[in-house]
């Protein structure tokens, strides 16, 4: 099995910062990429920002400029370094790896468990 598990969410007033972590754990061959979802109440789930092991990034355009994704391909750990946060921005946010356990394996989407953000007007 493989886990994935997000933290460093938190309240922070709008403006201010913080930083996400998500570590991607157990039988891991080959991390293909990792990347970063949030969900609003009562939203549906978007995409954030994605990253390759490359380092080859993808960011949604409400985020852009002021979210930065960051992949450490020794540690299988991702990052997500989000300034000048909004109200908006408030979620649970999700991490997600694919991934493949073998070199025959299958390329297979991991999740993590969510964090919480919340940006006070």
């Known amino acids: 099995q493989?886990?994935?598990v997000a933290s460093g969410g938190g309240l922070v007033q709008a403006g201010g910062s913080l930083r996400l972590s998500c570590a991607a754990s157990?039988?891991?061959f080959r991390i293909n990429n990792m990347g970063w979802y949030r969900q609003?109440?009562?939203k549906q789930r978007e995409l954030v920002a994605t990253i390759t092991s490359g380092g080859t990034t993808n960011y949604a355009d409400s985020v852009k400029g002021r979210f930065t994704i960051f992949i450490d391909?020794?540690?299988?750990m991702v990052y997500l370094q989000m300034n000048s946060l909004?109200?908006?921005d408030t979620g649970v946010y999700y991490c997600s790896a694919?991934?493949?356990r073998a070199a025959w394996g299958s390329w297979n989407?991991?999740?993590g468990q969510g964090t919480q953000v919340t940006v006070s007007s």
């Not at 391909?73 to 299988?76: I, S």
């Open 40 to 42: 609003a109440p009562g």
């Open 26 to 28: 157990g039988t891991i």
């Open 86 to 88: 909004q109200p908006e």
């Open 109 to 111: 989407d991991y999740w």
């Open 2 to 4: 493989a886990q994935v």
């Open 98 to 100: 694919t991934l493949r």
């Open 73 to 76: 391909n020794v540690k299988n």
